[in-house]
């Protein structure tokens, strides 16, 4: 290194942090980066963008407690709310293989009937409330806020959140409406 003048050095590293980021906007700028929705992500893109997320949502959600309890009727809610709000996206067990298939957002919504969550519910209440950045996912913290000024939207969501930690445990009526195909 003593033959190395610092200038040289650092302008050197200089150009090699900036030159990524250089062509990255010149690409942008002309249009040469991709942007249409119906193909899969590659594969390292999936893999840091997950990672990203996962880590961003651990640090970031409290650890709750769900207030609602897994009873029957409370499931029904949820597979309701579900089909209503959530499956036009997320699917349901008669269109998850398709919806699969077939992306129409990217990245596209994980199908819960084929791969349950397996991320603790207080994660998933913290994900529905504040959406996800650079995906179609809807912030539902709030949605359901009344004229009123009372606001049922937490509940919902834990109502919704509690019926997909059971998705392998669905009581027999709950169940068919799951998988009833409307
Ligand atoms: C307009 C489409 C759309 C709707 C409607 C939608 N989502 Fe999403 N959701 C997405 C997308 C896109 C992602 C992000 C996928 C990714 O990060 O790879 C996502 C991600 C999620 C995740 C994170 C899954 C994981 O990776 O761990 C949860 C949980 C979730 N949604 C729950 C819900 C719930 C509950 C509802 C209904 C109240 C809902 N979503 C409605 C599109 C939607």
Known sequence: MGSFNNGKVLL???????TPFAVLAVV??????????????????????????NAAVARNA?????P???????LMAGVKLFK???AGCH??????ADNESQPSLYPSPPQFALHHPDKPDYQLFWIAQHGVRYSGMFVFGGAWKKKDGSDPSDQKIWTVVTFLKHLDSLPPD?????????
């Open 62 to 66: 409290p650890r709750l407690t769900d």
């Open 84 to 86: 209503g709000d959530c």
């Open 91 to 96: 699917g349901t067990p008669a269109s998850a």
């Open 68 to 74: 609602i309890a897994p009873t029957d009727a409370n």
């Open 174 to 182: 709950v169940d068919a409406e799951w998988r009833k195909s409307n």
């Open 28 to 53: 942008g700028w002309f249009g040469l980066l991709p942007v249409n929705s119906n193909v899969k992500p590659p594969d390292w893109e999936t893999a840091f963008a997950h990672h990203a997320f």
């Open 12 to 18: 050197a590293y200089a150009l090699g942090v900036i």
